[in-house]
């Protein structure tokens, strides 16, 4: 089976750029997980999806990200204008609901720098 | 403020050792606590994990304890193998909500 799936694997943009970063969650999933990795903060969640619909954005960090699930099958992560602090790993992640013992596989990150 | 915390950034065994790595957390409404394991420039990846209705899980080499009045789990890991060698996060869950809350990190190194 394929796993999650992320693009790009890695970004260099300029500040003030728009980034995109893309997800393809295991199919039959129907929760998806946005997670950031810093230094500072390790893993932290910015948002996740069920069946498409947000239920928790409380993570994201301000207005300048969005996320959007227009399908099962996708989902995108936008940060629009970027800042040098934005730079991090951007996990996503799926799980199918399994009662309490929930496993959530991760996707192999899109490292994002901003310069 | 974090729920769930790993007050070592890292650690450092002996092939065959014992690793004991170790996991704080405040929130008492979370029922279910996982390990995962991450290799560098690879996404985190399911270890173990166990319920707050027990107190020990165990799969191989690797078991997992939770001690709920102390609000304290810790992983064994028997005997340590170069493999191993990655960071681990500590994860915790709130019965009714499907987000894991997530520690920083250990690294382990096992030294051959």
């Known amino acids: 089976d394929a796993g999650v799936i992320q693009s790009p694997r890695h970004e260099v943009t300029e500040m003030g750029q728009e980034v995109t970063l893309r997800c393809k969650p295991i199919?039959?999933?129907?929760?998806l997980f946005w997670y950031r990795q810093t230094m500072m903060r390790g893993l932290e969640l910015l948002i996740y999806?069920?069946?498409?619909?947000?239920?928790?954005d409380s993570g994201m960090p301000e207005d300048r990200f969005s996320a959007k699930m227009p399908n099962a099958s996708f989902s995108t992560l936008k940060i629009q204008p970027s800042e040098p602090r934005d730079s991090a790993v951007y996990f996503c992640?799926?799980?199918?609901?399994?009662?309490?013992?929930?496993?959530?596989?991760f996707g192999e990150g899109s490292w994002l720098t901003v310069v | 403020d974090q729920q769930v915390k790993q007050n070592s950034p890292s650690l450092s065994v002996q092939e065959g050792r014992i690793s004991i790595l170790n996991c704080d957390y405040t929130?008492?409404?979370?029922?279910?606590f996982l390990w995962y394991k991450k290799y560098p420039a690879e996404g985190p990846t399911f270890l173990i994990s166990i319920s707050s209705i027990k107190d020990k899980n165990e799969d191989g080499r690797f078991t997992v304890f939770l001690n709920k009045s102390a609000k304290h789990l810790s992983l064994h890991i028997v005997p340590s193998q170069p493999g191993d060698s990655a960071v681990y996060f500590c994860a915790a869950r709130q019965g009714g909500s499907e987000k894991l809350v997530f520690g920083k990190g250990t690294k382990l190194t096992v030294n051959p």
């Open positions: 929130n008492s409404m979370f029922d279910y």
């Open positions: 199919s039959g999933h129907d929760y």
């Open positions: 992640a799926s799980s199918r609901k399994q009662g309490r013992g929930n496993t959530i596989y």
């Open positions: 999806f069920n069946n498409n619909v947000p239920i928790d």
